[in-house]
């Protein structure tokens, strides 16, 4: 059976040894042990911090909040109301369902920061729909994937795993794997100036999960267009595939340009950022298959080095992010 | 784009790079460098892109010092400079309003921040022992954790104190002469040794507070257990860690017979401490901290083991506290044998409470026989084995509770007349006597034996080391006097016993230098030689002390066999977290944590290099960008990087989870042979050997440690790698498939072909294709058929 199809309930129940796509079970395993709670950060701790800080960097950090706030469960929706029935595979349910529910914890952690410094609930989660340049790139998302849920594309037909690629694509490719490493950038630079370390604490947990959902996307793209060679071979769709992660890299640009101007917010400025989408931007293309864009191979934000090495917590000062579940 | 800079009076004035560079060359001074314009383009390079339309001059130094923080991986040099950066910016706003040390110091007393008392000294002669060039045996992550936290800051929270003040005010506060303090100085501004962190704080100030530790013991009556919820808010208010006895609180069930009603257990006095601990740590400097001590024979053991939990009822979870057990050897060695262990209610059996060794093995035995026989209300016969396994899988999942032997403590103690030792401390290398009328407190210093390295490598500098050591005594000696004690409980335990505790830190970077691997037998006969010298050096000067100053006042109340000392212990080895950052070396006396790691600080994230490996490197050439990228791609290993093979040592340079855990418990019980308080030990443990957890804590026991601490494992699962390259697509070519498919390709440029013969004739595009005209064709129909337009 193929890697999308229409199945029974009681199709795809058991689980096998020799797994299929032993990819997903792999992926399912890194998640579960990935799964952490918003409880074991200390959020509260960051309050003062969060009272301190300067207009603009409250509207940085308030307006990341928001669009975080306001994506987690959209991600879980395009999931459950599009993807995760036309799912055939169990190791790959088990994956995708492993990250719908992680996009709760990150839904409850952003609820507990809305709390804990007693934001504006209506503004956060409005943000999406009043900042107009955010709302574009969430408008992105929910237009192409409306047009396909609730068995609207159906995935027996070339056009339908087209459609259904897509709605994969705009996801966990360009929403969590373009957007939210764009605000994750703003959290780390927060960090770097000694701000707001419990908050960030906890979205380093989430690019830990993020990076995850973004190789569970990658794994059902390669996967559905291994499996029907003849998607690559329509070459409009392609060069459309390539052209909406570029138009996507412009969203952001603008909204970069519009947040940063002609200064910097946390020691980062525009020039920076723009590098830095565009370097994300190029891995995403390259991971998918297409040549890069943009020709960058550095990443201009060094401090995200901090990221990529082993990590030891002062116990008694930050909240740790080092410990396994099991 | 052309750039302005807001000047600090509001003026505006066009950017120059010609400026910044200037700035950067000047901050080179000095330093000896064959290439110095590579370094000063590359950091422009980094600001270029960095800066934005508008800038302020302030944040101009900030965005110079963040460009060169972004290179420290890359070279050492870097790190000397954004020191220097650092240092500059410090220096710059505090010249402005003081001229002088002894300025700054008549301003911060009249501002209620600093104790008159230090205006007693002659001034003149302290500041002329000041030495500004010390500020270059700081590192940068050591000057930030500085200038962010320690260095005294005005109530606007301005830094008014230049590093050097701050080693000179911190050395005034606890001198009672001015030899004492100019010698105290110059050990502290060379970081040959340092206090801990609250009397690094508060020395000189009028908060007057220098302990960092507390340990006391809970009583079984509602009253203890709110007397002492008020004095652990006390002590947690100012900065200290406490540690807290709740064994002898009845377990859940237990009858009250004042009410007729049963007890709720000790998890709902527990979460007590937990609240007041979470609204103590609010905007503290530092997160004040409890830890709660439990034996594992008490019934309500299960449910502490679960505290540190997060999910389930949280009125059973305890997120702000700590956990650890205080394990007698009975339950130990049942364990090991697989016999059954018995829980009891401490209110049927007290005696088990403060019995050890032997005698416990009695009593423990005797209850036994009690309930089987049926004369206990409240018991409980579980496998040893299954708890034991239960209890490590919380250790590494939860981080807590840690575990410590309630009877290598207790069969060390040197004042059993006084008390037996209830419980340790918060990071468990305290180890003394106390009672619920009598709490301890300890004052604590380590020396940096990375700085007691002889010249040419051959050996420790033995003399130099004394003269630390003795220094040391007499400083936490004096701080007992001037110290400020936030109960009663706390005067009278230090009054009794005057109990210090002088602990280590870069003991792996001292072994490097020594060219000893850590994961060696030659690094556990170091370690005892080492311990060694510490317990014969501070027990003279202690019993010198003696002659002078008296011995601890408990010492002439009771009858001991050892020689009257000053002091009735004074070594302890903490974990140095804090104070191994502003020295710059390895903490305690554990391994370097890697080689390129990044530490998560309440000053913020900093990427920590091993620095004595780099060094080595770049003296041998073999540094360079690509090989530090090899080695973050590594985790920080150098074990598997080819290139180093038989150029440099490597076994000097394993991480901490490269070394055996075994090896790591040979060298904490090597130092606890002659350390007369604990060792506090963090193991750390390669998730492949998760298995042998059980066996790695049965040898911890067997060897004779007082305490471990944290249990490091080994998360596999890590985040995208940012910086680096990681290919997810492998062999398959996902959409890189399409540019193979040229058929498509090739029929649309026939149909372009066609229709530009249409429009242009076929001699035009003839020419076109073959590349035979002047430039490209501007038409875009012609360029898509051009071959040199492709
Ligand atoms: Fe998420
Ligand atoms: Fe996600």
């Known amino acids: 059976m193929a890697f999308i199809g229409k199945t029974s309930v009681r199709d795809n129940i058991r689980l096998s040894e020799t797994p299929k796509y032993p990819v997903f079970r792999e992926l399912y395993t890194k998640q579960k042990k990935a799964v952490w709670f918003p409880e074991e950060l200390n959020i509260q701790q960051d309050v003062l911090d969060y009272k301190s800080l300067t207009p603009t960097e409250k509207d940085l950090f308030d307006s990341a909040v928001g669009y975080f706030a306001s994506s987690e469960l959209l991600v879980q929706n395009v999931l459950g109301n599009g993807f995760f029935p036309v799912l055939t595979d169990p190791y790959a349910k088990m994956s995708f369902s492993t990250q719908m529910f992680m996009e709760n914890i990150h839904s409850d952690f952003f609820e507990i920061i809305l709390n804990s410094f007693d934001m504006d609930r209506r503004k956060v989660y409005n943000i999406t729909l009043e900042d107009k340049l955010l709302m574009e790139k969430q408008e992105l998302i929910v237009r192409a994937v409306d047009r396909i849920t609730y068995g609207k594309a159906d995935p027996d037909t070339l056009e339908g795993k087209k459609q259904i690629l897509t709605s994969i694509l705009l996801n966990n490719i360009i929403q969590e794997g373009l957007f939210f490493y764009s605000a994750f950038a703003h959290f780390f630079a927060m960090k770097d100036t000694g701000k707001m370390k419990n908050v960030v604490s906890g979205v380093e947990l989430i690019l830990i999960d993020e990076s995850l959902h973004l190789q569970n996307g990658i794994e059902a793209i390669l996967t559905i267009v291994e499996e029907n060679p003849q998607i690559v071979d329509d070459y409009h769709f392609v060069e459309n595939i390539r052209q909406t992660i570029i138009d996507a890299v412009e969203l952001e640009l603008n909204y970069l340009k519009t947040k940063f101007g002609g200064t910097t917010i946390f020691g980062v400025s525009y020039n920076e950022l723009e590098k830095y989408m565009k370097y994300i931007a190029d891995r995403r293309l390259v991971e998918l298959g297409f040549d890069p864009q943009f020709g960058i191979d550095q990443n201009p934000l060094k401090f995200l080095q901090k990221e990529d090495v082993k990590k030891l917590t002062n116990f008694f000062e930050v909240s740790s992010t080092e410990y396994t579940n099991f | ?790």
């Open chain 2, 1 to 790: 784009m052309q750039r302005i800079v807001i000047k600090r009076d509001g003026t505006v004035e066009r950017f120059q790079m010609k400026k910044l560079v200037d700035a950067i060359f000047a901050l080179l001074e000095g330093l000896d460098l064959p290439d110095d314009y590579e370094i000063v383009f590359k950091v422009a390079k980094e600001l270029d892109l960095k800066i934005p339309e508008k800038v302020t001059t302030e944040e101009l130094d900030y965005l110079v010092l963040k460009a060169i923080e972004h290179l420290i991986p890359k070279n050492f040099i870097y790190d000397t400079l954004a020191t220097r950066q650092l240092l500059k910016i410090i220096n710059r706003r505090i010249d402005k309003r003081f001229n002088s040390f002894k300025e700054y110091l008549n301003y911060a007393v009249e501002e209620k921040l600093l104790k008159p008392e230090l205006l007693n000294f002659d001034l003149e002669n302290l500041e002329n022992a000041i030495d500004y060039k010390r500020d270059y045996n700081l590192d940068y992550f050591g000057l930030s954790t500085l200038k962010d936290r320690y260095l005294m800051k005005d109530r606007n929270f301005e830094t008014i104190e230049k590093p050097q003040w701050f080693f000179m005010r911190v050395a005034m506060g606890i001198g009672n002469t001015e030899d004492e303090v100019i010698k105290i100085y110059n050990k502290l501004s060379n970081l040959e040794y340092l206090h801990s962190t609250p009397t690094l704080f508060n020395s000189g100030t009028l908060t007057n507070q220098y302990s960092s530790c507390y340990v006391n013991v809970i009583d079984d009556s509602l009253d203890s257990i709110m007397d002492k919820a008020k004095e652990t808010a006390f002590l947690a208010k100012y900065a200290g860690g406490v540690g807290t006895d709740v064994t002898r609180i009845r377990a859940t069930g237990s009858k009250i017979h004042s009410l007729n009603a049963k007890s709720s257990g000790i998890i709902p006095f527990i979460k007590i401490f937990d609240t007041i601990v979470n609204a103590i740590q609010q905007g503290g400097r530092r997160r004040s901290s409890q830890v709660m001590y439990l034996q594992p024979w008490h019934l309500d053991v299960e449910a502490f083991l679960d505290l540190r939990e997060t999910t389930g009822n949280p009125y059973f979870r305890t997120p702000s506290l700590n956990t650890a057990l205080w394990m007698p050897d009975e339950l130990m060695r049942r364990i090991k044998e697989g016999e059954p262990i018995y829980l009891f209610d401490p209110a049927e059996c007290p005696k088990l409470v403060t019995a050890w060794g032997e005698e416990f093995k009695k009593e423990y035995e005797k209850c036994i026989e009690k309930a089987e026989k049926g004369e206990l209300n409240l018991w409980k016969k579980i496998d040893s084995r299954d708890f034991y396994k239960k209890y490590l899988f919380k250790l590494a999942k939860t981080g807590h509770p840690w575990l410590t032997f309630k009877d290598r403590h207790n069969e060390k103690n040197p004042c059993p007349q006084y008390s037996v030792i209830n419980s340790s401390n918060l990071c468990t290398e305290i180890s003394i006597p106390n009672s619920p009328e009598s709490t301890a407190v300890c004052t604590l210093a380590s020396v940096n034996l990375a700085k007691h390295i002889k010249e040419d490598k051959s050996d420790f500098d033995w003399d130099k080391l004394k003269d630390t050591l003795e220094t040391m005594v007499v400083a936490l000696d004096n701080i007992l006097d001037k110290n400020f004690y936030p109960s009663e409980e706390s005067r009278k335990n230090t009054m009794d016993l005057r109990p210090i505790g002088i602990g280590v830190m870069g003991f792996h970077e001292a072994l490097i230098k020594l060219g000893i691997p850590y994961d060696s037998e030659k690094a556990v006969e170091t370690a005892r030689k080492i311990a060694k010298f510490m317990r014969d050096i501070t027990y003279t000067k202690s019993e010198e002390l003696a002659k002078e100053r008296g011995a601890f006042p408990h010492y002439y109340q009771a009858k001991y066999d050892y020689p009257p000392r000053r002091n009735a212990v004074l070594l302890a080895v903490a974990p140095t977290a804090s104070i191994s950052i502003i020295a710059g070396t390895s903490s305690s006396i554990d391994n370097y944590f890697s080689n390129i790691f990044s530490r998560d600080t309440l000053s913020g994230k900093f990427i920590v290099i091993n620095k004595p490996l780099m060094q080595q490197l770049e003296e041998k050439g073999l540094w360079s960008e690509e090989l530090a990228e090899k080695i973050k791609a590594h985790q920080g290993s150098i074990q598997y990087i080819e290139e180093l093979e038989g150029k440099i040592d490597k076994s000097l340079y394993k991480t901490a989870y490269e070394v055996s855990p075994f090896r790591q418990i040979d060298i904490a019980a090597a130092f606890q042979e002659y350390i007369d308080q604990a060792v506090s030990k963090s193991l750390y443990i390669e998730e492949d050997l998760r298995d042998k957890m059980e066996e790695i804590y049965m040898y911890a026991w067997e060897k004779g440690l007082k305490s471990t601490y944290y249990c490091f494992i080994d998360k596999t699962v890590k985040g995208e790698k940012y910086t680096m390259n990681v290919n997810k697509r492998g062999e398959r070519r996902g959409f890189g498939l399409a540019r193979k498919e040229e058929k498509q390709l090739e029929k649309e440029l026939e149909e372009i072909e066609r229709q530009a013969r249409e429009k242009y004739g076929d001699e035009v595009v003839e020419a076109v294709k073959s590349g035979n005209i002047e430039g490209c064709p501007t038409d875009p129909l012609l360029a898509k058929i051009c071959p040199s337009c492709e």
